[in-house]
């Protein structure tokens, strides 16, 4: 324990109990530790609180609770938990408080109130009490919290007062589509909640989050120092949620699956944009519910559906091997918000079920094809892992018939609070009726509500502009999750969508590395091009995430997913690079590795002759004035002039596609750490390298049978992490 806590006994009742209960780990007891100090020796306002930084479904309300009962014991007399507006994340929270506090609730140390059902006649003796008041952050729930303080029992004005903002980002009150009218009603609220605090002694504040941007990156009164440092107000302290062991987040679903063979490498199932159209509405001119079995322009939710079923089966299967209990599993469709999609998505599913069960009972060829497709699919990641057995295709195929003719599957919409509140079991969390769960709908579904062993995920919520936190809440995919459910977990969506969602990862993580590193009092780098075509600092709320790019030290930057121009087309253009590039090099500095000093200006003309020979996929982009400006920017990073390595590799034979079928992502690393990218990282330092390898693009290997170029861009090592806004929101 380090001198920063010494002070705090954690001896008290109530921590006693909670840590005797829930065997906390020694990282996420020091977490509790670290931030009662900071709450003891810091000032808190709602405009300066703590926070305490998890990750979406990563435990922190498990975190904020052993604080309480820490509070409780060192002199904290009422606990105001604020949570998201939403009836069922009330319930939860109730239900959990009850749960934890359970013994002393029992002997009457504690008493849990939901401020809407507060009684108006509490004694004295149960005011002596320590006290939970649970407030949805909504005006007459604040209304009703005020009114309890100061009017009906105004004793509780001289207790020790800790506020717990739960989910306390901005996508919890201005999501997208309502967005002005929210951030109006969050200044009512924040104007309430300041209101209480004038009339209570010695309040502290922390704010609990997994998206904490709009915290950090607030647009009041910002400044902008040294042309291009971002020093936005932000909490009076951080501390960041250990992450537990089973925790599977972005670093799964966006890094580990770069890794060919990886169990991550099978998650990610692209969606074509027309089959998301095919999903919104009712036609009866693309959609034959008789055909639902066959039809190709919904082949991706039909392959989800049974790759859930067949997932289960296998799971179940392993289980009852094993002689373990059998779960039951959950799977979301997230594509739409409007009520008419989502009853459209059920008599959708409703028809998939009637076509599987008929299919499993007559035992049809379709069927058998179906099953046999998902099941080579699923075992390719249940045989990465060497400990848990795989079953064979007749066990899961049986398993999967039994299922379905016993009605295994169930699905429900969940788009109201009527809808989910009756879907709430007695905890709060969302019921698993039988062992295969659909649970279908839109904004209900990310706002807190625990959805317990998902390993099926179809998300396609695609705004005109992402907001960082919308979409990272609307990550159900992430939590706990042991890797044999992982092993038959997939996500669908879009390839613009995980590319977005990839970019969202990345931003993330950085911010995070920046706060471990101390980092965040530095401020963080968010820079854009201006009308003029400089660089220029700017405000991180405007940044459109569909068009952000995150550098750091040695983050290579290319074009993937893209087929070359005809040869008649592109022939001329090609020359005129080979041209270039040598000429690039005539005079330039060299070192031993043939890398050559050359102007950025020189590389940019190159880059735009390269630019015109692609042509880019669905879901796939190379804005050429983004990679323009990340050439400007890493270039004018120098002391000296805007200088670049070239680094050229001629004759290379790079296939289009990999093994598994994406597209190759990784031209510059053959020879596993002897490539041209080791060379490129090792003499970018002060300035970046440009990598320019000339592909001999054969039609064997799914070119189209003409040379060109493939440029990579890699960041030296002395540059800040960095946020490149190619767009902005405009006011």
């Known amino acids: ?58 435990g922190k309300t498990r975190t904020f609770i052993g604080l309480m009962g820490l509070a409780y014991d060192h002199g904290f007399d009422l606990v105001i938990l604020l949570t998201k507006g939403t009836n069922a994340l009330v319930k939860q929270t109730y239900a959990r408080l009850h749960e934890e506090f359970e013994g002393a609730i029992e002997h009457d140390a504690l008493q849990v109130f939901d401020i809407m059902n507060m009684p108006d006649n509490l004694r004295k003796y149960e005011l002596s009490q320590k006290l939970a008041l649970i407030v949805k952050k909504e005006t007459h729930n604040l209304d009703r919290l005020q009114q309890a303080v100061m009017e009906k029992y105004p004793s509780l004005q001289n207790k020790r007062v800790l506020f717990i903002d739960d989910e306390a980002d901005f996508a919890s009150v201005a999501y997208e589509y309502k967005r002005e009218q929210n951030i109006k009603q969050m200044r009512v609220i924040a104007l309430k909640i300041n209101k209480l605090r004038k009339a209570l002694n010695r309040p502290a504040f922390l704010q609990v989050t997994a998206t904490p941007y709009s915290l950090y990156l607030q647009p009041e009164e910002m400044k902008v120092h040294e042309g291009k440092v971002f020093e936005p107000i932000r909490p009076a302290f951080t501390e960041l949620v250990p992450v537990h062991d089973r925790y599977i987040g972005g670093n799964v679903y966006f890094d580990k699956s770069e890794k060919d063979g990886h169990l991550a490498s099978f998650l990610y199932h692209e969606v074509e944009e027309k089959e998301l159209e095919v999903m919104k509405k009712m036609d009866g001119r693309r959609v034959k519910m008789d055909r639902l079995l066959s039809q190709k322009n919904i082949a991706n939710i039909r ?16 289980q009852r091997m094993k002689g373990r209990r ?32 008929e299919g499993a009972r007559s035992e049809s060829e379709e069927f058998q094809r179906l099953v046999r497709e998902s099941y080579d699919d699923l075992i390719r990641s249940v045989n990465t892992l060497k400990k848990t057995p795989a079953p064979t295709f007749d066990d899961v195929y049986e398993e999967v018939r039994h299922s379905l003719d016993e009605e295994y599957l169930v699905s429900s919409v969940v788009n109201s609070e009527k809808d989910v509140t009756e879907l709430l079991d007695h905890k709060g969390e969302l019921k698993l ?14 706002r807190g509500v625990t959805i317990h062993n998902l390993i099926g995920f179809f998300y396609g919520r695609n705004p005109k502009s992402f907001q960082q936190d919308t979409v990272l809440q609307h990550s159900r995919m992430y939590g706990a999750r042991p890797a044999a459910d992982l092993a038959v977990t997939r996500f669908y969506t879009t390839q613009k969508i995980y590319t977005v969602m990839k970019r969202i990862h990345e931003f993330d993580r950085e911010l995070r590395n920046a706060f471990e590193r101390g980092g965040h009092h530095k401020g963080v780098v968010f820079i854009q091009r201006d009308l003029k075509d400089t660089i220029m600092p700017c405000n991180p709320n405007k940044i459109l995430l569909s068009s952000l ?52 200006t020189r590389a940019k003309e190159i880059l735009r002759l390269v630019h015109e020979t692609l ?23 120098a002391q000296d002039e805007a200088f670049v390595w070239l680094l050229t590799r001629k004759n290379r034979h790079i296939r289009r596609f990999k093994q598994d079928g994406k597209f190759e992502n990784s031209p510059d690393t053959p020879g596993k750490g002897t490539g041209e990218l080791t060379v490129a990282r090792k003499v970018a330092q002060q300035h970046p390298a440009f990598l ?35 767009k902005t929101i405009q006011d």
Not at 18 to 33: A, G, I
Not at 337 to 356: D, M, S, Y
Not at 436 to 443: C, D, E, S, V, Y
Not at 563 to 586: F, M, S
């Open 433 to 446: 009726r039988a062992p295969m769960n659909i649970f279908i709908g839109g904004q209900i579904l990310d």
């Open 303 to 318: 392959r989800a559906v049974v790759n859930f079923i067949v997932g289960t089966s296998i799971r179940r299967f392993q």
């Open 692 to 726: 320019m390898l000339r592909q001999e693009g054969k039609k064997e290997h799914g070119w189209r049978g003409t040379p060109f170029w493939w440029p990579v861009l890699i960041a030296q090592a002395e540059t800040a992490p960095t946020v490149y806004a190619n």
């Open 549 to 600: 790019t995150m550098i750091k030290p040695h983050k290579r930057i290319l074009p993937v997913g893209f087929q070359t121009g005809y040869k008649t087309h592109i022939e001329k253009t090609v020359r005129k690079i080979d041209q270039l590039v040598e000429n690039a090099k005539k005079n330039a500095r060299a070192t031993k590795d043939e890398a050559y000093l050359i102007p950025v």
């Open 326 to 357: 059998q779960q039951k599993y959950s799977f979301i469709i997230h594509t739409e918000r409007g009520k008419n999609a989502h009853a459209w998505q059920a008599e959708l599913i409703q028809g998939f079920e009637t076509l599987l069960i």
């Open 1 to 58: 324990m380090t001198a920063t806590f010494q002070h705090l006994k954690t001896n008290g009742d109530f921590f006693k109990y909670l840590n005797k209960k829930n065997q906390y780990k020694q990282p996420v007891r020091e977490c509790m530790l670290r931030t009662m100090a900071k709450l003891q020796g810091t000032n808190t306002t709602e405009h300066r609180p703590g926070m305490l930084l998890g990750k979406i479904q990563s």
């Open 615 to 637: 042509e880019m996929e669905n879901g796939h982009d190379f804005h050429l004035e983004e990679y323009e400006g990340i050439l400007d920017y890493l270039g004018s990073e």
